[in-house]
C-alpha cells in the first residue's frame, strides 16, 4: 500500500497548501486548480454560490434557462465546455430560499475547489464517486457514496473540497439558509438532537458539521431530483416538491442522530465496509453471519453493524437477506433448477422455510415464479422484475 499512502500525503499537502493566505497560487497545481465544482466553472477560482446562479443566466456553459415567474423557480442546464469531463449541471433555485445543484458527470478528470462559506446550511447527497473535504489545519477527510453530510458554514470560513478523477460523479446538494428550515420545517426543536441543534442554530465563527443517515427514501428523492421524467415548464413544480420532500426526509435525518450513533471511520474501515457488501452479495451458502463478517474483516462487531448502517442505509442482515433474495428469484428462472437445490443455494436447509421466506419478501411462492397460476399473479410477476 506505499502507493495509496503517497496519494494521501500529496492530496493533504495540496489541501492544506489552499489554508496558506499568503501562499503564492502556484503553491496550488493550476490543473486542478482550475477545474472545480460549479462555483469554480461560473463564478471563477473561490467564486461564491450566489455569484455562480447570478453568472447561469449569461454563462458560455449554460445551455438552457428557464423561470415560472408565479412559483418563483428558475432553472439552468449547465452542459456546454465542461472542462476535463461529459455530462451537465442542472440547477434550481426557488423562490430565492432554497438553491439546488444537481450534478450528473461521466468520465470527470480531477477537481479542487475552495468554497467560501456564505451562512447557508446545505445538505450534499453523493449517489456516485467520492470527495475528499478539508478545513482548518486537520487532516482532510474522504466521503465515500452513499454519502449525505449536513453542514452550516458561516462568512469567513472556507472549505477545501477535492473530486478525484472517476467514472461517474452523481449528487444533489441542497442550500438554505437556517432561518428557513427553523422556520418552515422544524416545528418541534426539543425534539431534535443537540448535534442537529448545534448546526440550525450555528452562527460565525463557528462551523458546524454531521453525518447523516442514508436511507432508501432521500436515496429515491434526490434520483427523482437527478432524473427528473418531466420536461419543459412542468419540470420546475417537479423539481420544486421532490427538493421540499428532500429538505425534509434531510431534517427527520437528524432524529436518527443519537440511536445511530454517528462515528468517524477511517479509510480502512470505509474499505472493510465495502468489502462485507461485497461477500454479502456474493456468498450465500451459508450466509455469512456478522460474527464471521467481523472476523474475516478483522474489525468489531459493533463498528461493523453502526457503520455499516451509517454508509449503506441498512442493517447487514437486511442486505443480505435481499442479495438472497435476488438470487434466489434468478435460480428460479432455470427451471432445471429444483426449488429444494434453489433453497440450498441461498442457505436454506428446508424448502418449506425457503418458500415461506421467499413468499413474505416478494408476495409470491417460489413455484409461482415458473407457473403463474394466475393473472394478478403474473402482474405481480412483472412487478417483482421491475423491481
Known sequence: MPGQRLKWRVLRCILHSMTRPTAPRSSVPTENHTDGFIRTLLAGPHGRLSQAFENAWTSPHTSRGEANAERGVTRFLIDRNL????????????????????????????RLERAPGENLISFRIQLAGEFIAGIGSGDPVHFHCPHLGARFQPR????????????????????????????NLVTERDTLPLQAMHLLTASAPDFSFCRLTVTAEIIECAQALLHNP???????????????????????????????????????????????????????????TIASLARELAINETKLKSGFKSLFGHT??????????????????????????????????????????FKAHFGLRPKDVRHPPEPEVTHALRNVERG
Open 316 to 357: 447487514v442482515f437486511e442486505y443480505g437477506h435481499e442479495c438472497r433474495m435476488q438470487h434466489a428469484l434468478h435460480l428460479l428462472r432455470d427451471k432445471r433448477i429444483r426449488i429444494s437445490k434453489v433453497a440450498e443455494a441461498v442457505g436454506y436447509q428446508h424448502q418449506g422455510t425457503f418458500a415461506s421466506a
Open 156 to 183: 469567513g470560513t472556507s472549505l477545501r473540497l477535492f473530486f478525484p478523477a472517476a467514472p461517474l460523479a452523481r449528487s444533489v446538494t441542497l442550500f438554505c439558509s437556517p432561518q428557513f428550515l427553523l422556520g
Open 83 to 110: 472542462p476535463n469531463a461529459s455530462g451537465r449541471y442542472e440547477l434550481f433555485a426557488i423562490r430565492d430560499q432554497i438553491r439546488v445543484v444537481i450534478e450528473d458527470l461521466q468520465n470527470v478528470g480531477p
Open 230 to 288: 418531466i420536461n419543459g415548464l412542468l419540470r420546475l413544480p417537479f423539481a420544486e416538491a421532490k427538493t421540499l420532500e428532500l429538505l425534509t426526509l434531510c431534517v427527520a435525518a437528524f432524529s436518527r442522530l443519537e440511536e445511530s450513533a454517528v462515528q468517524q471511520f477511517s479509510e480502512a474501515d470505509v474499505g472493510r465496509f465495502h468489502r462485507a457488501r461485497e461477500i454479502l452479495a456474493t456468498k450465500f451458502s451459508p450466509p455469512p
